[in-house]
């Protein structure tokens, strides 16, 4: 059996768009329980980023709700259930104890550069399996995204730390 029942392409990108709205939340909760400004600040930028992201993924829902789905199907959908049914962003419970820790900003950035890597990888798996060529782009552009973020919350955690 294919597992098509089981993870469609539809599925993960409705699966992506799920995880984009959790980042968005996270990210402006961050903004406004953040302490320190550049904390503050780069929260409330990636909560508008991922906005941007759930636009782009949205343009892909027709090309796949009409059964386009993924090469290697065998190999990949088990990885997506799998990867899934994995927390990406902190759940709430996570990023309130973050927040009850001694420095509750470096806290947060740990854990969203921790998120950021997770959807990365994500959407590097599902460019290198997406059937269509439109597809591969768009979670070609996602990933580097992500990388983006991951990178920016690296430097401003440092720029945060040295600062002290």
Do not use: C
């Amino acid at each position: 059996m294919s597992g098509l029942t089981e993870f469609s392409g539809f599925e993960v990108i409705r699966a992506a768009m799920e995880v984009e709205n959790n980042g968005h939340r996270f990210y402006s909760t961050m903004s406004e329980k953040a302490v320190n400004e550049l904390a503050r600040d780069i929260f409330s930028s990636l909560a508008q980023d991922e906005i941007q992201h759930l636009k782009t993924l949205e343009s892909l829902v027709p090309k796949y709700e009409d059964g386009a789905f993924w090469d290697d199907e065998e190999e990949f959908l088990p990885y997506l259930q799998r990867f899934r049914d994995k927390e990406i962003f902190p759940s709430a419970e996570r990023l309130e104890q973050a927040l009850q820790e001694n420095d509750p900003d470096i806290s947060a950035l740990g854990l969203a550069i921790e998120a950021e890597e997770k959807f990365s990888e994500y959407f590097h798996v599902a460019a290198k399996h997406a059937r269509t060529s439109e597809g591969r782009e768009a979670f070609h552009w996602l990933a580097k995204e992500e990388d983006r973020h991951a990178a920016i919350l690296r430097e401003r955690k440092e720029k945060i730390l040295a600062e002290r």
